[in-house]
C-alpha cells in the first residue's frame, strides 16, 4: 500500500471524480479526510469507504471555512500529509454572454478554491517538512475548446500555482503536483457529450477510444503524492488517454450553435 499511516485530504469528495480520489487513498492504507461543502454527501462517501475516512464540511470559497476544517481534521486524524485539490464547478458559456457571476463563481471555487486549501494546509507541511499536494487541473488549460473562457482561465491559474509552489516548497519537503484528466466517465463530462460535438465526434479525439474512468485518474493521484513520487515536483501529468497529443477538440465545437448556455 503505497499511503499507509497518511493522513490525506480530498475536496470536493461528496461525488464524481473526488469520490473516486477518496476511494482509492483509502484503499491505499491512508486515512482520508472526506470533505465537501454538501455535509451529506460527504457523510455517505466516509460511511460507504468505511473505518478509514472520515467526513469532514469544507467550503473552499471561504477562508473561515478551510482553516476550519484544517483544524478539525488535524485535531481528529492527526498532521495532514497529502492533500487532493478537487473541488470544481464549470459554467458553459459563449463568451460574449458569460454572466458576470458565473465568472466568479468559477474563479473562487477553481482557482481561489485551490490557493486557499494549499496556502492552510501547505503551510503546515511546510512547518514540519513533509507533504505532498496534487491539484485537479484539465486538459482545458492546453486547448482553448469554446464556452469555456472562465473554467479554462481558473484551470491554466491551477498549473501556474502548481509550478510555483512546487519550486517554492521544494528545499522545504513539500512536493506540488497537478493532474490533467482528459475526459472522464462523470456528470460534468455528460454536459459537454451532449452539448457539444457529441460523443461520437469527442471519442474519435482520444486515441483510446473511449472515456477515462475515475480510478485511472485516482491511481496516478495516490502515485503523485506517495514517496515513489519522491523526485517529482512542480509536474502536471495529463491523465486522458492521449487526447491532448493527438489534438483538441474539432472547429464544430466552437461554432456559435453549439455554445448555448448551460450551467
Ligand atoms: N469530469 C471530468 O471529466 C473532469 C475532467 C477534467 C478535470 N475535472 C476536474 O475534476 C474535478 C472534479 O470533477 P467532477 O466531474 O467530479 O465534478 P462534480 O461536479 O461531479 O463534483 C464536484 C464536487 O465538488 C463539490 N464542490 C463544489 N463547490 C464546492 C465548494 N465551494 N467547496 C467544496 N466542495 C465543492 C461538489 O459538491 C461536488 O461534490 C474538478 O476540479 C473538475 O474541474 C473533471
Known amino acids: 500500500m503505497k499511503l499507509e499511516g497518511r493522513v ?3 475536496t470536493g469528495a461528496g461525488r464524481g471524480m473526488g469520490e473516486a480520489f477518496a476511494r482509492r487513498l483509502a484503499l ?21 469507504i468505511g473505518a478509514l475516512a472520515l467526513p469532514f464540511e469544507l467550503d473552499v470559497t471561504s477562508w473561515e471555512s478551510v482553516r476550519d476544517a484544517q483544524h478539525a481534521i488535524e485535531s481528529t486524524l492527526g498532521p495532514v500529509d497529502a492533500l487532493v485539490n478537487n473541488a470544481g464547478t464549470t459554467r458553459i458559456a459563449r463568451s ?39 491539484n485537479v487541473g484539465s486538459a482545458f488549460s492546453e486547448i482553448g475548446n469554446g464556452g469555456r473562457v472562465a473554467y479554462a482561465a481558473t484551470k491554466t491559474g491551477v498549473i501556474g500555482i502548481t509550478r510555483v509552489l512546487g519550486v517554492e516548497w521544494a528545499p522545504l519537503g513539500v512536493r506540488v503536483n497537478a493532474v490533467k484528466p482528459g475526459y472522464i466517465d462523470t456528470p460534468m463530462v455528460q454536459v459537454t457529450m451532449t452539448s457539444g460535438a457529441g460523443a461520437e465526434q469527442l471519442l474519435a479525439r482520444v486515441p483510446q477510444g473511449r472515456l477515462g474512468d475515475a480510478d485511472e485518474v ?6 503523485l ?7 517529482i515536483t512542480a509536474e502536471a501529468l495529463r491523465v486522458d488517454g492521449g487526447n491532448l497529443s493527438y489534438g483538441g477538440m474539432t472547429a464544430a465545437n466552437v461554432r456559435p450553435e453549439s455554445l448555448g448556455n448551460d450551467a
Open 218 to 223: 485516482a491511481k496516478a493521484i495516490a502515485f
Open 8 to 10: 490525506a485530504v480530498v
Open 225 to 231: 503524492l506517495s514517496d515513489d513520487a519522491s523526485y
Open 96 to 134: 460574449e454572454e458569460l454572466p458576470e457571476e458565473w465568472w466568479d463563481t468559477v474563479v473562487d471555487v477553481n482557482l481561489t478554491g485551490t490557493w486557499r486549501c494549499c496556502q492552510v494546509f501547505g503551510t503546515s507541511m511546510v512547518e514540519r517538512g513533509y507533504g505532498a499536494i496534487v
Open 28 to 48: 491505499e492504507g491512508a486515512k482520508v479526510a472526506v470533505t465537501d461543502i454538501d455535509e451529506a454527501a460527504c457523510e455517505r462517501v466516509a460511511d460507504s
